[in-house]
């Protein structure tokens, strides 16, 4: 059992290097998609707030309910 360790320490240590290395590549491609993820939301954001804020007005809107007024009228007499 001891000398299985001991191989397993003699390997990771002759392939350290190259454990390291694919390690710091993971953790610096995880920044990556989190930085991309970041900008995206702050782009959605943004384009939302511009979106409403240039939209036009629709509280000024008038109906006409003549249709609607003489039907109610019809109906009551």
């Known amino acids: 059992m001891s ?3 001991v191989n397993r320490y003699k390997e990771e240590k002759a ?3 190259q454990i390291l290395a694919k ?3 993971h953790k610096h491609m995880l920044q990556f998609v989190g930085i991309v ?3 995206a939301l ?3 954001l943004g384009y939302s707030v511009y979106d409403m804020a240039t939209r036009p ?3 000024a809107l008038t109906i006409n309910t003549t249709a609607l007024d003489e039907y109610l009228n ?3 007499e």
């Open 3 to 5: 000398q299985e360790k």
């Open 15 to 17: 392939n350290r290097k």
């Open 23 to 25: 390690e710091k590549r």
């Open 37 to 39: 993820i970041a900008l």
């Open 42 to 44: 702050v782009c959605w």
């Open 57 to 59: 007005d629709t509280s």
């Open 74 to 76: 019809g109906l009551s």
